[in-house]
T-cell receptor
Framework: GAVVSQHPSRVICKSGTSVKIECRSLDFQATTMFWYRQFPKQSLMLMATSNEGSKATYEQGVEKDKFLINHASLTLSTLTVTSAHPEDSSFYIC??????????FGNGTRLTVT | GENVEQHPSTLSVQEGDSAVIKCTYSDSASNYFPWYKQELGKRPQLIIDIRSNVGEKKDQRIAVTLNKTAKHFSLHITETQPEDSAVYFC?????????????FGTGTQLKVEL
């Protein structure tokens, strides 16, 4: 079945630094990728939608200058958390869509900002 | 935009009993309703989905029903087992593909007790 790879699975960084998270579709071309954030015991909250070759569409309340999204190819999207702060600590999950296939999720990235 | 409500937030059942989780949605244009199972710290896994042209779908011990008029859909798990314990999320979107985003419910923590 379709596989979405997300890397890294876990990252700890210091406050003020930037962190890049990669999301790759391994066996299909993902025309659209989504980035979610999930706080403990809460639902997945959509942060942004990225389409290959165009600017990402951010959900209300998500700072586009803080959460930089790049979708340069049909198999790769990246999320960069810039100037991370402890409140950015969360579980970040990407998902990918290709054609009419159901949504496939990455394994998620546990970000801890100290 | 779409709003998805999910109940209950927690559900505890005895092994072998049935579990029912209910969701309502607000956008009558939504026509794709997947259900995800998420174990702690892992990616959501699609367990079943239903499209609006179908009222019910079953896959072994799992079934989903959809009432488009009332704008609600439910997940039914029969003969529950301890390994069914997880968080379950319902979701709704306008279509399965084409770049349309999913709106998730708030999740139900299911605990199957021995």
């Amino acid at each position: 079945g379709a596989v979405v790879s997300q890397h890294p699975s876990r990252v700890i960084c210091k406050s003020g630094t930037s962190v890049k998270i990669e999301c790759r579709s391994l066996d299909f071309q993902a025309t659209t990728m989504f980035w979610y954030r999930q706080f403990p015991k809460q639902s997945l909250m959509l942060m942004a939608t990225s389409n290959e070759g165009s600017k990402a569409t951010y959900e209300q309340g998500v700072e586009k200058d803080k959460f930089l999204i790049n979708h340069a190819s049909l198999t790769l999207s990246t999320l960069t958390v810039t100037s991370a702060h402890p409140e950015d600590s969360s579980f970040y999950i990407c998902s990918a869509l290709g054609g009419n296939s159901p949504l496939h999720f990455g394994n998620g990235t546990r970000l801890t900002v100290t | 935009g779409e709003n998805v409500e999910q109940h209950p937030s927690t559900l505890s059942v005895q092994e072998g009993d049935s579990a029912v989780i209910k969701c309502t949605y607000s956008d009558s244009a939504s026509n794709y309703f997947p259900w995800y199972k998420q174990e702690l710290g892992k990616r959501p896994q699609l367990i079943i989905d239903i499209r609006s042209n179908v009222g019910e779908k079953k896959d072994q011990r799992i079934a989903v029903t959809l009432n488009k008029t009332a704008k609600h859909f439910s997940l039914h798990i029969t003969e529950t087992q301890p390994e069914d314990s997880a968080v379950y999320f319902c979701a709704a979107s306008i279509s399965a593909g084409g770049g349309n985003k999913l709106t998730f419910g708030t999740g139900t923590q299911l605990k199957v007790e021995l």
